[in-house]
């Protein structure tokens, strides 16, 4: 059973910066994909950034240039780094681990992002 646990959330202005993590119950990055997700208040939850078992990344268009997926294989954690935030980006961010990314897979609870002046 994989357990994921986002943190670092919270409330920013137009144009700073967040850094979210997501800890993990083990080393699981050479067997799953990992993703962070995205759902704002009466929408879908969308896929922005995904980073594969091999190292290769991809990024939504509209976070490309201003977020940054990684992970650290020593502390079992997932990091989102977004900067130059914007309205538009307020929503609750979840990290998922899967064997496709698309499909099926294992969830956090979710760390709230607000980008507000």
């Known amino acids: 059973q994989v357990q994921l646990e986002e943190s670092g959330g919270g409330w920013v202005q137009p144009g700073g910066s967040l850094r979210l993590s997501c800890a993990t119950s083990g080393s699981i990055f050479s067997f799953y994909s990992m993703g962070w997700y995205r759902q704002a208040p009466g929408k879908q939850r969308d896929l922005v950034a995904t980073?594969?078992?091999?190292?290769?990344?991809k990024y939504v268009d509209s976070v490309k240039g201003r977020f940054t997926i990684s992970r650290d294989n020593a502390k079992n954690t997932l990091y989102l780094q977004m900067n130059s935030l914007k309205l538009e980006d307020t929503a609750v961010y979840y990290c998922k681990a899967a064997k496709n990314i698309w499909g099926q897979g294992y969830w956090g609870q979710g760390t709230q992002v607000t980008v507000s002046s």
């Open positions: 980073i594969y078992t091999d190292g290769n990344i």
